[in-house]
């Protein structure tokens, strides 16, 4: 893959959810990039044991313990920065797949708060951090779910539906500023939690997910496409990429080989 090596004005690049899955993923092949990446996660030790792997990998890592949703300790996390060069909003999640008739409105509002307004946080606290830098740039990880309705996955659908609208808008508001806002909308990615947090521990329904498919997207390809999208020429913006495994067609078409 070639890359542009990110200037010294924008090297840093800050990755939320980076405790695990996706978010750790794309920490490491951003560090290996040549970013010094600040780790942000509520669970501290794991995104500590991240960055003593990644500094010892020869790469630059500080990890920082923040939950998203929590305003007041987002905005004192992003007073830290004068610039910075990216933020990938990766935290997020699903909980439940119950129909909109039984949905847990608990649920579906801990899925906005964490998808959307923690999305909405960290953009808003960092993006004075990104235009300073001359050359920032906002990364949107949003989902397929956010682009297509599926049954038992209202909440989740309208969390993912507002990240999506929530990078539409902020393109079209920033535009002659030198950030882009790029979206990466994954489809199935098996990951060790995603499924096992969206089905309350259950494992041999979290299992069934992705039951009889062949390749599933990993966290890896999923960071693999973001680093990419990140380390395009500065005047390239990738505004919306979708990625899917093979198997799968849309949010409700997957090929099984059961």
């Keep these: 893959m070639v890359t542009a090596a990110p200037s010294a004005a924008s ?5 939320t959810g980076a405790s695990g899955g996706i978010g750790a993923a794309t920490a490491r092949q951003l560090a290996a990039a040549g970013y010094r990446v600040v780790l942000t996660a509520r669970r501290k030790d794991r995104i500590e044991a991240l960055a003593e792997e990644i500094n010892a990998a020869g790469h630059s890592a500080a990890a920082y313990q923040l939950d998203v949703t929590d305003r007041a300790a987002v905005d004192e996390f992003a007073s830290a920065f004068r610039t910075i060069g990216v933020l990938v909003n990766n935290a997020g999640g699903a909980l439940g797949a119950d129909p909109v008739a039984t949905g847990d409105p608990a649920d579906w509002r801990q899925m906005y708060e964490t998808n959307v307004i923690g999305t909405l946080n960290l953009t808003q606290a960092l993006l004075p951090a990104l235009t300073a830098s001359g050359d920032g740039t906002v990364v949107v990880v949003s989902s397929t779910a956010g682009h297509g309705t599926y049954e038992g996955g209202g909440g989740y659908v ?13 393109r079209l508001e920033i535009v002659g500023t030198p950030v882009r806002v790029i979206e990466i909308a994954p489809g199935m990615v098996k ?44 005047h390239v913006n990738v505004d919306l990429l979708v990625l899917r495994p093979r198997a799968q067609a849309s949010n409700t078409k997957v090929h099984r080989e059961l």
């Design 11 to 15: 090297r840093i690049a800050v990755v």
């Design 158 to 170: 309208a969390a993912k539906h507002g990240t999506h609208v929530l990078a539409e808008t902020l």
């Design 191 to 234: 990951t060790d939690e995603f499924a096992l947090t969206r089905f309350g521990g259950d494992a041999e329904r979290a299992a069934g997910v992705y039951a009889g498919v062949a390749e599933p997207l990993t966290a890896d390809d999923v960071a693999d496409t973001i680093t990419w999208a990140v380390t395009r020429p500065s």
